[in-house]
């Protein structure tokens, strides 16, 4: 299974700030994956991160918002612009290591927004 | 839209207990994933299932997929408190390699 580290761990942000995610893979990856989980719910697929190319993101999420940087096959960064109280959430890079393959996750962003 | 749905959202059970989880898709697919997690935590991986009738089995509890019915279930045998988490499903549609994720289960284990 892959190892992911991802941080910060947790944050505690003001309203209208910003705040970057980092995902660090231990091997390449072809893509990874941008997820929020609201407090006890289910998981939202943000966007799909491709080493080279834009982000493609899925509805209801803009890349204005939720910017994404894939500079190379081990690392990917997400921004969360200018928070609100609704960004509050848990966010999750994940990768897939081959077609049939579960997703292994990072251990999450607990993001708290004041 | 691919549509995921789990039941029930809440279970409480004693130790010792045997019950199943449901997990019901909307879509063709043969891929199918169970996932445990704990409060707090990321998501770890329990099961993998690729086809029809494919079964795994891991200490107690146990996953089975039907594609035709586009059911699977997670069945929890003499369950133990260790056990308490929430467990999530997910199918990755055959047309792309986006997993949807089912609602949860939130199994809580009673002494």
């Known amino acids: 299974s892959a190892v992911i580290s991802q941080k910060p761990s947790r944050d505690i942000c003001q309203r209208g700030t910003s705040l970057t995610i980092q995902c660090q893979v231990d091997s390449q990856v072809t893509m990874m994956f941008w997820y929020r989980q609201q407090p006890g719910q289910s998981l939202t697929l943000i966007a799909t991160?491709?080493?080279?190319?834009?982000?493609?993101?899925e509805s209801g999420f803009v890349i204005d918002k939720f910017p994404i940087s894939r500079p190379n096959l081990t690392f990917s960064t997400l921004t969360v612009s200018n928070m609100s109280p609704e960004d509050s959430s848990i966010y999750l890079c994940?990768?897939?290591?081959?077609?049939?393959?579960?997703?292994?996750f990072g251990n999450g962003t607990r993001l708290t927004v004041t | 839209e691919l549509k995921v749905e789990q039941n029930p959202l809440f279970l409480s059970m004693q130790e010792g207990k045997n019950y199943t989880i449901y997990c019901n898709y909307s879509t063709t697919s043969d891929r199918l994933y169970w996932y445990r997690q704990d409060p707090g935590k990321s998501l770890e991986s329990l099961f993998v299932l690729l086809s029809n009738g494919a079964v795994k089995q891991e200490g107690r509890l146990m996953a089975s997929l039907d594609t035709k019915a586009r059911l699977s279930t997670l069945h929890i045998t003499a369950a133990v408190h260790d056990l308490s988490a929430t467990y999530f499903c997910a199918v990755d549609e055959n047309t792309g390699n986006q997993f949807y994720f089912g609602t949860g289960t939130s199994l809580t284990v009673i002494p």
């Open positions: 991160a491709n080493q080279g190319s834009e982000a493609t993101y």
């Open positions: 994940s990768v897939q290591r081959g077609f049939g393959s579960p997703l292994h």
